[in-house]
């Protein structure tokens, strides 16, 4: 109430990385996305969790979960 941002439909994301030895790891969940790039190569580390990918759909109701348009 006090920012005055309507949060009816917000929502919250995560993005961790850490890097150990050679190897990196990525954690995301909500709308953010990794992505490792040196310039000129670019490398997707994470995919979004959005419920119009069937593989997320699925996820979700699988879970017990329902998926409603706005």
Known sequence: DISGIDIAFSGCT??????????????????????LTNGINTLQLS????????????????AGGVIHPL
Do not use: M, W
């Open 14 to 35: 995560f993005l961790g990385i850490i890097a150990l030895q050679n190897t990196i790891y990525s954690i995301s969940v909500g709308d953010s996305k990794a992505i």
């Open 47 to 62: 995919t979004l969790h959005k419920p119009d990918l069937p593989s997320e759909k699925n996820r979700i109701e699988a």
